[in-house]
């Protein structure tokens, strides 16, 4: 842009120098060495800015160093090279998804306490920006140096807010550093004391959460709430039962939650006492039936207690409202209230005029908040049962312990095959049990058997590749070699197949190679 022109018109005098262009120059060339002199004059007149302030020095980590090959394994997973082994057209090919394994990596690393290695820290925080189901473990391998550069790069502020910041905190026992830390800290630094404290002292925990309370913002107010969740017990009810009267309606709300949580609060009493009046056993004809009559109003005491008035759309307010009490009521209620039955007779009982999916569907919402086992059992019924809301299944099984919710997972398979199974499969603990992860194979088997193609199934094998017990690998050998196909089988379905199992296989072994990485060795200190 600067050479516009020049050929029409020559640069000005004093950019020509005393003795004038030299013979045989043109005006482009001139104008562009009178820019580079200026330049260099520019350049060397220049005086030296103050220095900026030196940062502190990053705070030490002494957790133990990965591993070399696991060191080396968690550069090649932050690389992101998962697309080296895809095929054309859509397909995955035979090499394993490195970015799902890499949750699966981090949590075992932080199982070991290791730390990451100085070098990997930006490409963890780069990662973590990028996913957020990769923030708690990538955060808890950089440790309190990630807060430390998460200070000097706007990029990474969210680990501000989201980073345990554990490394950093004083012992709960020093009250005045924790005061002083709660007063000044970053908001994380604020949840993860908050957390220390009540781990070690729930009411100094209480007290520090009360001091400054009025003076929190609403989202703020409803993180350290939702703190209490940990822990949650009686002496906590004052506090919350004080928090029903908040500005805010989702800080309301989960209070309320957590006091229905707590059988022997008041609030849940209340519910109790509202919900008793809408369900009741009728003894008088016939077989013992429950009767529901939903409450007509929603007044300003049952608001006070978390029922929201306003029902959502297409949802009629009576039972919107029905719902919520029996939700809210303590579990233990309703087994005197209905004939001194345990919770697998009460769910078999009849309900009449139509109620007993909207009273059921509050009883499964009352046993996922309570956590009680035995409702949950009976609301869930037997795994041959034909599948009904599998969210709602899902969350119940999640009560249950994890080897009773394996082996329930396990036999709905079976029964049902791999369909409806994806959500329920979601909920078990990894690695799978060896009765879990043999059905999920037969199953899987059995599709290929049948002809069907396996993206079909692609969520359920995505599952298995993280899931499924490394030790699996063995009994998947068979089908990754048999492609081929069968008669009636999908066109090309073989080959799918066995190209899908030998991911499966390259996978499992690698996770096997993965973990064994991280095993620390005997010469370790």
């Given amino acids: 842009?600067?050479?516009?022109?020049?050929?029409?018109?020559?640069?000005?005098?004093?950019?020509?120098?005393?003795?004038?262009?030299?013979?045989?120059?043109?005006?482009?060339?001139?104008?562009?060495?009178?820019?580079?002199?200026?330049?260099?004059?520019?350049?060397?007149g220049l005086l030296p800015a103050p220095a900026a302030p030196v940062p502190e020095p990053a705070p030490r980590d002494d957790r133990p160093a990965l591993p070399g090959a696991a060191a080396r394994r968690l550069t090649l997973l932050l690389a992101d090279r998962a697309g080296a082994g895809q095929g054309s057209g859509g397909r995955r090919g035979t090499a394993p998804d490195l970015t799902e394994l890499?949750?699966?990596?981090?949590?075992?690393?932080?199982?070991?306490?290791?730390?990451?290695?100085?070098?990997?820290?930006?490409?963890?925080?780069?990662?973590?920006?990028?996913?957020?189901?990769?923030?708690?473990?990538?955060?808890a391998l950089a440790g309190p140096r990630a807060l430390w550069l998460a200070r000097l790069n706007p990029e990474w502020r969210f680990a501000l807010r989201g980073a345990s910041g554990a490394g950093a905190l004083p012992s709960p026992a020093d009250t005045g550093a924790v005061r002083r830390l709660w007063d000044e800290g970053l908001f994380a630094e604020r949840v993860a004391l908050l957390g220390a404290v009540r781990a070690d002292d729930p009411a100094a925990a209480r007290e520090l959460l009360a001091a400054t309370w009025s003076a929190e913002r609403a989202e703020d107010r409803l993180m350290f709430l939702d703190s209490l969740r940990n822990g949650l017990a009686d002496p906590?009810?004052?506090?919350?039962?004080?928090?029903?009267?908040?500005?805010?309606?989702?800080?309301?709300?989960?209070?309320?939650?957590?006091l229905s949580a707590l059988p022997h609060s008041a609030l849940a009493a209340r519910m109790a006492d509202r919900a008793a009046g809408c369900v009741a056993l009728d003894r008088t004809s016939g077989p013992a039936t429950v009767m529901v009559e939903a409450p007509h109003e929603c007044d300003a005491a049952m608001q006070r207690d978390g029922v929201v008035a306003a029902a959502p759309a297409g949802r009629g307010e009576r039972s919107w409202?029905?719902?919520?009490?029996?939700?809210?009521?303590?579990?233990?209620?309703?087994?005197?209230?209905?004939?001194?039955?345990?919770?697998?007779?009460l769910v078999a009982l009849p309900v009449a005029d139509g109620w007993q999916e909207e009273l059921h569907g509050a009883w499964c919402r009352a046993a996922v908040r309570q956590r009680d086992p035995a409702w949950a059992r009976a609301l869930l019924g037997p795994p041959a049962t034909p599948p009904a809301s599998l969210a709602e299944r899902s969350k119940l099984l999640a009560v249950l312990p994890a080897g009773e919710r394996a082996r329930w997972?396990?036999?709905?398979?079976?029964?049902?095959?791999?369909?409806?199974?994806f959500q329920l499969l979601g909920v078990c603990a990894v690695p799978w049990s060896p009765p879990l992860g043999r059905a999920v194979v037969d199953a899987l088997d059995a599709a290929r058997e049948a002809g069907s193609y396996p993206w079909s199934f692609s969520g359920v094998m995505g599952l298995a590749e993280r899931c499924l017990d490394p030790g699996e690998a063995e009994r998947l050998e068979l089908p990754a070699g048999a492609p081929g196909e069968r008669?009636?089988?999908?066109?090309?379905?073989?080959?799918?197949?066995?190209?899908?199992?030998?991911?499966?296989?390259?996978?499992?072994?690698l996770r096997a190679a993965m973990l064994a990485e991280l095993i620390p060795s005997p010469a370790a200190p």
């Fill in 487 to 509: 008669e009636g089988a999908s066109p090309g379905s073989g080959d799918y197949w066995a190209e899908a199992f030998q991911r499966l296989v390259a996978t499992l072994r």
């Fill in 1 to 44: 842009m600067a050479l516009l022109g020049t050929d029409r018109r020559a640069p000005a005098p004093d950019l020509l120098g005393p003795n004038g262009p030299a013979a045989g120059r043109d005006a482009p060339v001139v104008l562009l060495d009178a820019a580079a002199l200026h330049t260099v004059r520019r350049r060397a």
């Fill in 102 to 139: 890499l949750p699966q990596w981090l949590a075992a690393a932080n199982e070991y306490g290791y730390r990451a290695p100085a070098t990997a820290l930006p490409a963890l925080l780069d990662a973590a920006r990028a996913r957020t189901d990769l923030r708690p473990g990538a955060l």
């Fill in 409 to 421: 997972v396990a036999d709905f398979i079976a029964a049902h095959g791999l369909s409806d199974a």
């Fill in 236 to 258: 906590d009810e004052p506090f919350l039962e004080q928090t029903l009267a908040d500005r805010s309606r989702n800080v309301r709300a989960t209070a309320a939650e957590l």
């Fill in 321 to 345: 409202w029905l719902a919520q009490l029996v939700e809210a009521t303590p579990l233990a209620v309703w087994s005197g209230r209905l004939g001194d039955r345990e919770p697998a007779e």
